[in-house]
């Protein structure tokens, strides 16, 4: 009895867990720690999206951020960094818009949101699972020294305009 208790507590508290930090309640704010729920919605991020190759694939990217835990915010700002947001180099020519390297140079993909995809995995398997949960920490692995402080400029920017 006392196991059956146990289990029904700790799952009680995993959905507890789940719903307080995936439940965007109307009026909650944005948040945009890189491996916290952003809170944004389709409306928030198409703010940004809008004329770019991520436009269209808003939903894509909530879904991708409750997935992994990748904020939307880090999201975007990588590939905007990274692609202009897939307007640029292997964003536009192979779907890739965050830029990321396979063995043989830059992956491809079908679309854009198989590369939301692709680069939330990553950062989540790659980074996340080894205790690297800030864009300077992720920065060291991933790409230049700059990278961080370009990706950290660019969420609170990201965050400005989508808090309007």
């Given at each position: 009895?006392?196991?059956?208790?146990?289990?029904?507590?700790?799952?009680?508290a995993?959905?507890?867990?789940?719903?307080?930090?995936?439940?965007?309640?109307?009026?909650?704010?944005?948040?945009?720690?890189?491996?916290s729920?952003?809170?944004a919605?389709?409306?928030?991020?198409?703010?940004?999206?809008?004329g770019?190759?991520?436009y269209?694939?808003?939903?894509?990217?909530?879904?991708?951020?409750?997935?992994?835990?990748?904020?939307?915010?880090?999201i975007?700002?990588?590939?905007?960094?990274?692609?202009?947001?897939?307007?640029?180099?292997?964003g536009?020519s192979?779907?890739?818009?965050?830029?990321?390297k396979?063995?043989?140079?830059?992956?491809?993909?079908?679309?854009t949101?198989q590369?939301?995809?692709?680069f939330?995995?990553?950062?989540a398997?790659?980074?996340?699972?080894?205790?690297?949960?800030t864009a300077?920490?992720?920065?060291?692995?991933?790409?230049?020294?700059?990278?961080?402080t370009?990706?950290?400029?660019?969420?609170?920017?990201?965050?400005?305009?989508m808090?309007?």
């Open positions: 009895m006392k196991l059956v208790t146990k289990v029904t507590s700790m799952i009680l995993v959905l507890m867990l789940t719903t307080n930090i995936f439940a965007a309640e109307e009026g909650q704010k944005l948040t945009k720690g890189i491996n729920y952003s809170y919605t389709v409306a928030d991020l198409q703010k940004v999206t809008s770019t190759r991520l269209g694939y808003e939903e894509k990217i909530i879904e991708m951020e409750r997935t992994y835990q990748v904020n939307a915010f880090f975007l700002a990588v590939a905007n960094v990274e692609t202009g947001m897939g307007c640029a180099g292997v536009r192979r779907n890739n818009c965050f830029g990321m396979g063995g043989s140079g830059f992956q491809s993909f079908e679309n949101g590369s939301v995809e692709a939330c995995k990553l950062i398997n790659k980074y996340f699972a080894n205790g690297r949960y300077y920490q992720i920065g060291q692995w991933y790409c230049d020294t700059y990278w961080a370009k990706v950290t400029d660019e969420i609170d920017n990201l965050y400005y305009k808090s309007k």
